[in-house]
């Protein structure tokens, strides 16, 4: 049973481009999550998915920003315009249930760095 | 607002040793609290608390939970250097978000 899948594992983009990060959830999952963890910090809630809605953005920047998780396919962070201050990894998380009622499972990361 | 504290920062200790790592947190319609152990990858799931005084235990790690006081620990006996990471700890509650501490960063010497 593959764990949470997270694709570009490394991303290098210049000021201004765009960034999109993928999350493939674990098999049966269908709520993810994404954090955003910046050095010397822990990780920060940003959004949580359910299949085709948005449940929580609270902690999503309101500019620039954007999560989704389509029916089919995985769930995707973008980021568009990316400034330095973007640079950091992001985690996505995934779960059968609400994450009070049981573990988050952690994909790898993907870290982007914002040149 | 909702905050998880942890303490120590960072510790070095030596193979052998027993360490304490603690927690301490304020979250709204508390729930649950988790710790989870982080190498250079994908944070690691040890623990989920939500009752006080029983103790969960793992091998040689150990946690417990204090509810009245807002607090756990997290006990790693007889340290190895395989267990050199940063320990989180997250608190859980009413909504879907877990909020994390700044992570214990333990280094096990040979």
């Known amino acids: 049973n593959a764990g949470v899948m997270q694709n570009p594992r490394h991303l290098v983009r210049r000021r201004g481009q765009e960034a999109r990060l993928r999350c493939s959830p674990m098999?049966?999952?269908?709520?993810v999550y994404w954090y955003r963890q910046l050095p010397e910090e822990g990780l920060k809630f940003m959004v949580y998915?359910?299949?085709?809605?948005?449940?929580?953005e609270s902690g999503m920047p309101k500019e620039r920003f954007s999560a989704e998780f389509p029916k089919e396919g995985p769930s995707i962070l973008r980021i568009q315009q990316v400034v330095r201050g973007d640079s950091a990894a992001y985690f996505c998380?995934?779960?059968?249930?609400?994450?009070?009622?049981?573990?988050?499972?952690f994909g790898e990361g993907s870290r982007l760095t914002v040149l | 607002e909702d905050k998880v504290v942890q303490s120590p920062l960072s510790l070095v200790v030596h193979e052998g040793d027993t360490v304490t790592l603690n927690c301490s947190y304020e979250?709204?319609?508390?729930?649950?609290l988790l710790w989870y152990k982080q190498e250079k990858k994908a944070p690691t799931f040890l623990f989920m608390l939500t009752s006080s005084g029983i103790e969960k235990k793992s091998g040689r790690l150990s946690s417990i939970l204090d509810k009245k006081e807002l607090f756990s620990i997290l006990n790693i006996t007889a340290t190895q250097t395989g267990d050199s990471a940063i320990y989180l700890c997250a608190g859980g509650g009413a909504t879907n978000k877990l909020i994390f501490g700044t992570g214990t960063l333990l280094a096990v010497q040979p």
């Open positions: 998380a995934s779960s059968p249930l609400d994450s009070w009622a049981g573990e988050l499972f």
């Open positions: 098999k049966g999952h269908s709520h």
């Open positions: 998915l359910q299949k085709e809605n948005i449940i929580d």
């Open positions: 979250v709204t319609n508390f729930r649950s």
